[in-house]
T-cell receptor, first 115, second 113 residues
Framework: DTEVTQTPKHLVMGMTNKKSLKCEQH?????MYWYKQKAKKPPELMFV???????INESVPSRFSPECPNSSLLNLHLHALQPEDSALYLC??????????????FGAGTRLSVL | ELKVEQNPLFLSMQEGKNYTIYCNYS?????LYWYRQDPGKSLESLFV?????AVKQEGRLMASLDTKARLSTLHITAAVHDLSATYFC?????????????FGKGTHLIIQP
């Protein structure tokens, strides 16, 4: 089982709203990731959590706030977003951050539209 | 800064033909990944290549890695329509640990009957 579950699948929000994206995995993976993918573009890394600690923040604006409450759960809190933030937000997890293969398994994504 | 370049970016081919997608990367890395993405869907892991000379095959797809040339190839043999998708290669930001992936721009592959 290599399932990473993301909710919601679709989200429409206004620029003044606050919303959260959720990602869950029950594979015992110890690293979790957020990527942003614009249409017809490759995914771009936003954040990396390793053993529930934030290890990489790719200079993401503060209107995006990640949270890792436990080893199975990753949230992305959204506040005061801009229309250009509309994209597919992908969560991924990998088993052992220092392991040989470190394959990242991706969820189905949340398609976000900011109006 | 790590850069990953794929070519071609778009490929239309007929069923039964063979073709190769190329992936070049700019800095040393010992892990190279290939992913597939169908329209509106997430990314599916195809291969991870860990060492120089590594070759992996799954069905009609075969991937190889030349770390000295910083080049990976994804070869498609006797293409079938079901292989139509966008294929990404990706490289870890550094040699290990919980690092993110840097993706190439992707190759949009259309296989016509």
């Amino acid at each position: 089982d290599t399932e990473v579950t993301q909710t919601p699948k679709h989200l429409v929000m206004g620029m003044t709203n606050k919303k959260s994206l959720k990602c869950e995995q029950h594979m015992g993976h110890r690293a979790m990731y957020w990527y942003k993918q614009k249409a017809k573009k490759p995914p771009e890394l936003m954040f990396v959590y390793s053993y529930e600690k934030l290890s990489i923040n790719e200079s993401v604006p503060s209107r995006f706030s990640p949270e890792c409450p436990n080893s199975s759960l990753l949230n992305l809190h959204l506040h005061a977003l801009q229309p250009e933030d509309s994209a597919l937000y992908l969560c991924a997890s990998s088993q052992d951050p220092g392991g040989a293969q470190n394959i990242q398994y991706f969820g189905a994504g949340t398609r976000l539209s900011v109006l | 800064e790590l850069k990953v370049e794929q070519n071609p970016l778009f490929l239309s081919m007929q069923e039964g033909k063979n073709y190769t997608i190329y992936c070049n990367y700019s800095t040393t890395s010992d892990r190279l990944y290939w992913y597939r993405q169908d329209p509106g869907k997430s990314l599916e892991s195809l291969f991870v290549l860990l060492s120089n000379g590594a070759v992996k095959q799954e069905g009609r797809l075969m991937a190889s890695l030349d770390t000295k040339a910083r080049l990976s190839t994804l070869h498609i043999t006797a293409a079938v329509h079901d292989l139509s998708a966008t294929y990404f290669c990706a490289v870890l930001h550094s040699g290990g640990g919980a690092d993110g992936l840097t993706f190439g721009k992707g190759t949009h592959l259309i296989i016509q009957p």
